[in-house]
C-alpha cells in the first residue's frame, strides 16, 4: 500500500472552494492527474453513485471506476476506484472552514494492490507532487 497526502490554506470560503472542486467541467484546470471524463463526470453526485476518469499516474495512462463512498457538501468528499493492474485507489477530500473566509483543504490518496508493492516508493513521490501541485492549481482559480 502507499498512502499519500497534501494540504493547503486557500484564502477562499469553503463553499466557494467546493464549488471549484466539485465543477466537473473544470476539473482538469486544477487535478494534475485528471486527463477526461469519459462519461462526461458524475451526473449526480451521491453516496453509491460511479463514474470513470481517465488519469495520468506516473507518466502512465490509467482509467479508473469510481465510486462515491461519503459525501458532506462543502466538507467531505470520499471516492474509492478500481484502476488497472487490480489497483484500488481511494482519494479523499476535506475541507476545514478557518474563519474569516478562509478553508483548509487537505487531500488523502491511498493506493493498494500487487502492483503498488513494487513502485510504492515511485508512486508516493508522483502522487504527492501530483496533489500539492493540484491544491497550488485550486487555490489559484478560486482566489
Do not use: C
Request: charged share 20%.
Amino acid at each position: 500500500m502507499a498512502e499519500v497526502s497534501a494540504e493547503s490554506h486557500i484564502e477562499a470560503p469553503a463553499e466557494k472552494v467546493w464549488a471549484q472542486l466539485t465543477d466537473w467541467s473544470a476539473y482538469g484546470q486544477w487535478n494534475a492527474t485528471h486527463t477526461s471524463f469519459p462519461g462526461g463526470g458524475p451526473t449526480a453526485l451521491e453516496v453509491g453513485g460511479t463514474f470513470q476518469e481517465n488519469m495520468k499516474l506516473m507518466g502512465f495512462p490509467a482509467e479508473v471506476d469510481w465510486t462515491v463512498e461519503e459525501l458532506e457538501p462543502a466538507r467531505v468528499l470520499a471516492i474509492r476506484g478500481k484502476g488497472p493492474m487490480a489497483v484500488t485507489v481511494a482519494t479523499r477530500y476535506t475541507l476545514t472552514p478557518d474563519g474569516d473566509g478562509a478553508t483548509t483543504v487537505r487531500i488523502d490518496g491511498e493506493f493498494t494492490g500487487a502492483a503498488v508493492s513494487l513502485m510504492a516508493g515511485k508512486l508516493k513521490d508522483s502522487a504527492t507532487a501530483a496533489l500539492n501541485e493540484s491544491l497550488r492549481k485550486l487555490a489559484g482559480l478560486v482566489t
